[in-house]
T-cell receptor
Framework: AQSVSQHNHHVILSEAASLELGCNYSYGGTVNLFWYVQYPGQHLQLLLKYFSGDPLVKGIKGFEAEFIKSKFSFNLRKPSVQWSDTAEYFCAVSNQAGTALIFGKGTTLSVSS | EAGVAQSPRYKIIEKRQSVAFWCNPISGHATLYWYQQILGQGPKLLIQFQNNGVVDDSQLPKDRFSAERLKGVDSTLKIQPAKLEDSAVYLC??????????FGQGTRLTVV
């Protein structure tokens, strides 16, 4: 069965600090990978996705993620966080046959100004 | 483009009562999902529809939960009878086949 592990439950950073959130998945086949964000009081929104091709994908708001197949990882990065990045971040995986997303438990990011 | 619509936004019921949630997906999206998100956890799939057929309901507690998607558009999720542990946010999402899912605002259910 597919599963997703997010290593950090709660991350606290100051503005302008760099961010890296870890995500590992367990699945032997070809996968689609996603990062979703949930800002306070809002619905889940897609940050970025990887289906195939360049393993370094860029998303909205300066976020990027790198797919490392050998490590089953899809870590999220941002070089300089802002207060407005305070939110909950979810890594998710599906397979290329179109199964539903399997989510990690999420990481809460708190950015202080 | 209109997003995924869900109602109600909030619901408080007593245990053993029944409750229903409604979802209207993005127009043209054949795939519809219901997820349960318990506080502090990621969303967990309850059921996936492709048009009006069920693709995956392996994690749906069928003794108390039911869902339908008549005519392949709107969907309802019902809980009867509710238990305290059903307190959660119920998320509806929709997608075109094998693409990212778009989520609604969710329904926050509190069972007391």
């Amino acid at each position: 069965a597919q599963s997703v592990s997010q290593h950090n439950h709660h991350v606290i950073l100051s503005e302008a600090a760099s961010l890296e959130l870890g995500c590992n998945y367990s699945y032997g086949g070809t996968v689609n990978l996603f990062w979703y964000v949930q800002y306070p009081g809002q619905h889940l929104q897609l940050l970025l996705k990887y289906f195939s091709g360049d393993p370094l994908v860029k998303g909205i708001k300066g976020f990027e993620a790198e797919f490392i197949k050998s490590k089953f990882s899809f870590n999220l990065r941002k070089p300089s966080v802002q207060w407005s990045d305070t939110a909950e971040y979810f890594c998710a995986v599906s397979n290329q046959a179109g199964t539903a997303l399997i989510f990690g438990k999420g990481t809460t990011l708190s950015v202080s100004s | 483009e209109a997003g995924v619509a869900q109602s109600p936004r909030y619901k408080i019921i007593e245990k053993r009562q029944s409750v229903a949630f409604w979802c209207n997906p993005i127009s043209g999206h054949a795939t519809l999902y219901w997820y349960q998100q318990i506080l502090g956890q990621g969303p967990k799939l309850l059921i996936q529809f492709q048009n009006n057929g069920v693709v995956d309901d392996s994690q749906l507690p069928k003794d108390r939960f039911s869902a339908e998607r008549l005519k392949g558009v709107d969907s309802t999720l019902k809980i009867q009878p509710a238990k305290l542990e059903d307190s959660a946010v119920y998320l509806c999402a929709s997608s075109l086949r094998n693409t990212e899912a778009f989520f609604g605002q969710g329904t926050r259910l509190t069972v007391v």
